[in-house]
């Protein structure tokens, strides 16, 4: 089946510092990807839609210039988290889907600590 | 704003089947239902979806209601691995997978 590569799977960052998160489909191409977060206990919550090519569509509450979504192949999707926060720790999750599938295909998520 | 409700947590024993419920009341004609499981600290996995008909993999068994408003995932025999939060959900739009609370089920010796 399809795979999606996701990394780092863990970073830990200081305060005020950029941290960049990888997805990839290792087998397909994946016209769409999306970025999902996730705390502790909670469900995961949509942050962006993108499409190959085109800027991503942010979800409410989403600060695009806090969370820098690029798509610019259509195997390769990166999330940065700018200038991070203690309060953007979280459990960060992509998953992509290609023009022969109906279903999506997840990462195994990304744990950012920052300190 | 989940199109979905499930019930927050079930229990199931070891071996038997697991039904877990699903409603979806405002689904529309060409909205998929899709089921998804998450374990604790991992990206979630996919199992089954449908449009209409009833569907069977090597996973799950997904019954829809025929007017489409309900759904249960069903695990035939469920292990102990199958302890997890479920996720069921509709597709708006056509690319706008929305998780909701889920429902966590956990599968006792």
């Known amino acids: 089946g399809a795979v999606v590569s996701q990394h780092p799977s863990r970073v830990i960052c200081k305060s005020g510092t950029s941290v960049k998160i990888e997805c990839r489909s290792l087998?397909?191409?994946?016209?769409?990807m999306f970025w999902y977060r996730q705390f502790p206990k909670q469900s995961l919550m949509l942050m962006a839609t993108s499409n190959e090519g085109s800027k991503a569509t942010y979800e409410q509450g989403v600060e695009k210039d806090k969370f820098l979504i690029n798509h610019a192949s259509l195997t390769l999707s990166t999330l940065t988290v700018t200038s991070a926060h203690p309060e953007d720790s979280s459990f960060y999750i992509c998953?992509?889907?290609?023009?022969?599938?109906?279903?999506?295909?997840f990462g195994s998520g990304t744990q950012l600590s920052v300190l | 704003d989940a199109k979905t409700t499930q019930p927050t947590s079930m229990d199931c024993a070891e071996g038997r089947a697991a039904n877990l419920p699903c409603n979806h009341s405002t689904i529309s004609g060409n909205e998929y239902v899709y089921w998804y499981r998450q374990i604790h600290s991992q990206g979630p996995q996919y199992i089954i979806h449908?449009?209409?008909n009833n569907e069977t993999n090597e996973m799950a068994s997904l019954i829809i209601t025929e007017d489409r408003k309900s759904s249960t995932l069903i695990l035939p025999h469920a292990t102990l691995r199958d302890t997890a939060v479920y996720y069921c959900i509709v597709e708006v739009d056509n690319n706008d997978m929305r998780f909701g609370a889920g429902t966590r089920l956990t599968v006792k010796p």
């Open positions: 449908g449009l209409k």
């Open positions: 087998d397909f191409q994946a016209t769409t």
């Open positions: 998953s992509a889907r290609g023009q022969a599938y109906e279903k999506l295909f």
